[in-house]
């Protein structure tokens, strides 16, 4: 399938700061792009996720932002906690819903 | 609440083993799914399935095959298992194809020796 392309690959906070992951796509006709969450020694869990006809999607510190243009979706955690250490996966449905193609993760560590 | 089960966490074969990992789901969901994961790699997907022996390669199906007998379990079997298929494979169910968001099982850490 074509790519998802993730960055970046690993990422550092300090507890309180913001953190930005980014997504970007290939295939035009995508239509729903996923966020989840894959903590230490768990499985991946759906946080957030964002369709083609919407700009942004808050829930509560997260939000994710779509640019149908440029073809990049983002997801951004404001006031990041220890909680929040995990691996994150974006993916895209490359315009079916039957299946998704995930990036590559993204290992968030949150540092007190 | 939905779950997914899998067979086995943690698994040991030798090469050239016939593996069987097994996935049931208890939600009555249409689509199922194999993924592997591998550090740097993501999740790549295996085989899918979107009905009762349906099923569809995904990007690595390679050295892989499915059964969907029952519409709760899906099945990935490795004909005769390599060292290159050392990994952790997650399995995921999702409703229908108008609902998008899949459930993951917790994962069989699959090692070939």
């Given at each position: 399938?074509?790519?998802?392309?993730?960055?970046?690959?690993?990422?550092?906070?300090?507890?309180?700061?913001?953190?930005?992951?980014?997504?970007?796509?290939?295939?035009?006709?995508?239509?729903?792009?996923?966020?989840?969450?894959?903590?230490?020694?768990?499985?991946?869990?759906?946080?957030?996720?964002?369709?083609?006809?919407?700009?942004?999607?808050?829930?509560?510190?997260?939000?994710?932002?779509?640019?149908?243009?440029?073809?990049?979706?983002?997801?951004?955690?404001?006031?990041?906690?220890?909680?929040?250490?995990?691996?994150?996966?974006?993916?895209?449905?490359?315009?079916?819903?039957?299946?998704?193609?995930?990036?590559?993760?993204?290992?968030?560590?949150?540092?007190? | 609440?939905?779950?997914?089960?899998?067979?086995?966490?943690?698994?040991?074969?030798?090469?050239?083993?016939?593996?069987?990992?097994?996935?049931?789901?208890?939600?009555?969901?249409?689509?199922?799914?194999?993924?592997?994961?591998?550090?740097?790699?993501?999740?790549?997907?295996?085989?899918?399935?979107?009905?009762?022996?349906?099923?569809?390669?995904?990007?690595?199906?390679?050295?892989?095959?499915?059964?969907?007998?029952?519409?709760?379990?899906?099945?990935?079997?490795?004909?005769?298992?390599?060292?290159?298929?050392?990994?952790?494979?997650?399995?995921?169910s999702s409703l229908s194809p108008s609902h998008y968001e899949q459930y993951f099982g917790p994962g069989t850490r699959l090692t070939v020796t």
């Open positions: 399938g074509e790519n998802v392309e993730q960055h970046p690959s690993t990422l550092s906070v300090q507890e309180g700061d913001s953190a930005v992951i980014k997504c970007t796509y290939s295939d035009s006709a995508s239509n729903y792009f996923p966020w989840y969450k894959q903590e230490l020694g768990k499985r991946p869990q759906l946080i957030i996720d964002i369709r083609s006809n919407v700009g942004e999607k808050k829930d509560q510190r997260i939000a994710v932002t779509l640019n149908k243009t440029a073809k990049h979706f983002s997801l951004h955690i404001t006031e990041t906690q220890p909680e929040d250490s995990a691996v994150y996966f974006c993916a895209d449905d490359l315009g079916s819903a039957r299946q998704l193609t995930f990036g590559s993760g993204t290992q968030l560590t949150v540092l007190p | 609440d939905v779950k997914v089960t899998q067979s086995s966490r943690y698994l040991v074969k030798r090469t050239g083993e016939k593996v069987f990992l097994e996935c049931v789901q208890d939600m009555d969901h249409e689509n199922m799914f194999w993924y592997r994961q591998d550090p740097g790699l993501g999740l790549r997907l295996i085989y899918f399935s979107y009905d009762v022996k349906m099923k569809e390669k995904g990007d690595i199906p390679e050295g892989y095959s499915v059964s969907r007998e029952k519409k709760e379990r899906f099945s990935l079997i490795l004909e005769s298992a390599s060292t290159n298929q050392t990994s952790m494979y997650l399995c995921a």
